[in-house]
């Protein structure tokens, strides 16, 4: 997919960062190991001067074939010897050179393959890590975590519907942990479904941040936001869309407050295709809604509602609004 220059500057700034800092530290490091053992400074430089000699022997004629083996057979003993000495005094052989994070690319985010250059896998990585921060920069991501989730605020008496809110609370946070801790792009869907305040986008979003940590895109938005900047591409007739693009082909969608928009023919429609297109392409999507599955049916049709009962783990909330409990505590 295509990014904004935006996000191709961001990730390329990414890189370089991480390439600088393997410099610097080769750099310490260098001074550190040469301070302390004179002999591999010695050596190194006996390494690079013998590529000085080379081009010497070159430029001065004579038996340049025999003179360059000695060369060659010299600098390769120096080599064996440094290693020898970084080893044996505990360094690793390789310790005088950066250390980078990619070994393929050395950072750099291109490496050549048969005479042709290639991106490297770690420059996607960034360019869909950058992405997703970007589009991401609103949402309350780093205030919903597992660890703030309380499961004590649901009650623990049986309800009118002969439901526990906190001991099926404590089964839903159990499944939300595992399913966070386990998540692969072919993970199930799930459909978060109860009243208002009971803790839905604060467990998607303490999803979102373990998913991301562990290195996988995650696109957050809400119904009306999507719907909203539809509306905005179809009046910018642009023909290159971040957010869509990312929304589509992102490892994990969350889609909130599903319901909450608009409803008429355009969003429904726009709602439905996105959806849909997820579940066709077997990508999971954590959908949030304080509607019913009869209400689910009535706006977005029977086909999308039972499609999603039959590919998604449907989590049902209960309790009592849990915004008011907190304000009552304040
Ligand atoms: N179990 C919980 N422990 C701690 N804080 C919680 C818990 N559940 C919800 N909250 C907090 O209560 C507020 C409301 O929760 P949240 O927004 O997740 O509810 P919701 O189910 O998404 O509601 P709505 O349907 O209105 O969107 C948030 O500030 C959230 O962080
Ligand atoms: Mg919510
Ligand atoms: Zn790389």
Known sequence: MGYSVKIQKAAADRL?????TAKRESDFRREEI????PKAAELEKGIADSGIK?????????NVT??????KRQNLAMQEELERILVSNGYPADALEPQYSCKRCSDTGYYDENGRTLMCSCLKQALTECACEELNRHAPLKLSTFESFNVDLYPDETDSNGVNPHRHMERVVRYCTGYAGSFTPESKSLLMCGATGLGK??????????????GYGVIYVSAPAIIAHYESQMRSRSDTDELLDMATDCDLLIIDDLGSEFINQFSVSHIYNLINSRLLSRKPVIINTNLTMRELEKSYSYRLVSRLNGEAEKLNFFGKDIRIAK????
């Open 16 to 20: 370089s960062q991480r390439r600088l």
């Open 34 to 37: 040469f301070a302390k053992l």
């Open 54 to 62: 080379a081009a010497r022997a070159v430029v001065s004629g004579g």
């Open 66 to 71: 025999e003179v360059l083996e000695g060369l």
């Open 201 to 214: 986008t604060h467990l998607s979003l303490a999803i979102a941040n373990e998913v991301i940590k562990r």
């Open 327 to 330: 304000k009552r505590n304040n």
